[in-house]
């Protein structure tokens, strides 16, 4: 075979298989992913549903190329026990659709629902949002509203959460995650208060993330003790995150 020959073979096969090779691993229409969490608080908009003790947790994520997405997301608690109620668990359902308006700008929108099983008192803790974020470059806004009451508080229905936070990728990665974000509970106006804190994340391959966040809030004049505990002192939270 001449030299000319052999490099026209070669030059086929190898057209060949990167064809092969590109109708053999098509993007998938969707993706289906999986966490599990364990921290030292759970801190839910700066107030611990742990009584400041460690909490466990897991979610599934069905996200589809069009946008839409589907989750879930359950963890350990106990402000209900506290509040005289049996429920131990957390558990979160939630869908919406992402989309941008351009490379800088996206947006989101769903509905979200908190549900405590067995919770037994009323009013009911089950909570339901409807929420929308704009994110632009690193920085996100986001409004989240009630559509029943909020987390048990009597006539407490229309109440809103406001936040903004931001995620600033500092390489090898570290990032950083500054928030504020402020609860207004319809009805129930000594109810609300504001939170800040302040993440910093590692990610240390193969899925697993770690963090330590100082959080707080101004809502210590209302929350009293818990079982000796503040529920809304400043603390610092670590978790350690898998993703898969």
Known sequence: MKLSQITLATLLCAVSAGAF??????????????????????????????????????????????????GVWGSSIKWLKDAGADASVEIDVYGGYKGSINKDIGYDVGLLTYIYPSHGVTPSPNTTELYGAVTIGP??????HSTTNLFGFANSKSSGYLDLSASFDLGSGWSIVPHLGHQRVAKNSPASYTDYSLTVNKDLGNGLVLSGALVGTDAKGYLSPVNGKDLGKDGFVLTAKYNF
Do not use: C, E, W
């Not at 229409?29 to 742990?50: E, K, P, V």
């Not at 920085?139 to 989240?144: H, N, W």
């Open 21 to 70: 090779a590109q109708a053999k691993a098509p993007a998938p229409d969707y993706t289906l992913s999986f966490n599990a969490a364990a921290t030292t608080d759970y801190r839910y908009r700066g107030i611990s549903q742990s009584r400041v003790k460690p909490a466990l947790s897991a979610g599934a994520d069905f996200a589809h190329n069009s946008g839409f997405y589907l």
């Open 139 to 144: 920085v996100t806004a986001k409004y989240s």
